[in-house]
C-alpha cells in the first residue's frame, strides 16, 4: 500500500529529446505528488508538484501527466538539455492524518543522462 | 538559515562505534524528516519530528537507531553499535507544516561504516 513504482531504472536521452519517466502508485489515500530532481552529492530539490485535481501541471519544460484511475504519473521533460542530467525521484504522500505514510514515499530514481 | 543545515558531510566509522549525525533545519519550520538514502534503494522515510515530539518511531530500522530534537530546532540522529549494512546517505529535509508544504532537503551525511 506504500510502495511507489517508478521506471525506467536508467535513461539516456538525445539533446533537444522528450524525457519521459513513469510512476504507480497503489495507496489511494495519497494525494500529493511531488517529483524531485537531485545532482550528485546534493539533496533532492523539488522539480514540480501535482495534486489529483487537475490532470496535468506545467512548468516551463517540465510537465506532470496524472492518471487517477490508473493511478499513474508521469514527468516530461522537453528539449531535454545537458543541464537536466541528474536522478530523479517521483513521490507521494497524504496531506490527511491517518492517510498513510507521515514522509513522502519515494520512487527508486531514475538516472537521466542528456547526450550533447 | 538561509537552507536546511546537516553535518558532518561525510563520516567514516569503525563497525561497532557509534555515530551522531545531525540536522538543522530551516528556521522557523516546525517538520523536520530523517531519511536514508541507499544506493539503488530511493529515499526510505525514517522518522518525522512535529515540534519535539516524534509521533512514530516505527520507521527506524532498528532499536539501535534513535532520534531527538531539541528546542524545535535541531536534530540529531544517533546509530549505535554502526554495522556495515547502516552504510548510506542520511538525509534531513524541513517544512513549515507537517503534510501540506514543501518539504526542504539538506545535503545529507555520507556514512561508511568499514
Known amino acids: 500500500q506504500q510502495q511507489v513504482k517508478q521506471s525506467p531504472q536508467s535513461l539516456i536521452v538525445q539533446k533537444g529529446g522528450i524525457s519521459i519517466i513513469n510512476c504507480a502508485y497503489e495507496?489511494?489515500?495519497?494525494?500529493?505528488f511531488p517529483w524531485y530532481q537531485q545532482f550528485p552529492g546534493k539533496g533532492p530539490a523539488l522539480l514540480i508538484a501535482i495534486r489529483p485535481d487537475v490532470s496535468e501541471k506545467k512548468e516551463g519544460r517540465f510537465t506532470i501527466s496524472f492518471n487517477k484511475s490508473a493511478k499513474q504519473f508521469s514527468l516530461h521533460i522537453m528539449d531535454s538539455q545537458p543541464g537536466d542530467s541528474a536522478t530523479y525521484f517521483c513521490?507521494?504522500?497524504?496531506?490527511?492524518?491517518?492517510?498513510?505514510?507521515?514522509?513522502?514515499?519515494f520512487g527508486k530514481g531514475t538516472h537521466l543522462i542528456i547526450q550533447p | 538559515g538561509a537552507g536546511v543545515s546537516q553535518s558532518p558531510s561525510n563520516k567514516v566509522t569503525e563497525k561497532g562505534k557509534d555515530v551522531e549525525l545531525r540536522c538543522d533545519p530551516i528556521s522557523g519550520h516546525t517538520a523536520l524528516y530523517w531519511y536514508r538514502q541507499s544506493l539503488g534503494q530511493g529515499l526510505e522515510f525514517l522518522i518525522y519530528?512535529?515540534?519535539?515530539?516524534?509521533?512514530?518511531k516505527s520507521g527506524l530500522p532498528s532499536d539501535r537507531f534513535s532520534a531527538e530534537r531539541t528546542g524545535g530546532s535541531v536534530s540529531t540522529l544517533t546509530i549505535q553499535r554502526t554495522q556495515q549494512e547502516d552504510s548510506a546517505v542520511y538525509l534531513c529535509a524541513s517544512s513549515l507544516a507537517h503534510r501540506n508544504t514543501e518539504a526542504f532537503f539538506g545535503q545529507g551525511t555520507r556514512l561508511t561504516v568499514v
Open positions: 513521490a507521494a504522500r497524504s496531506t490527511n492524518s491517518g492517510g498513510g505514510a507521515d514522509g513522502l514515499t
Open positions: 519530528f512535529q515540534g519535539n515530539s516524534a509521533p512514530d
Open positions: 495507496n489511494t489515500a495519497f494525494d500529493y
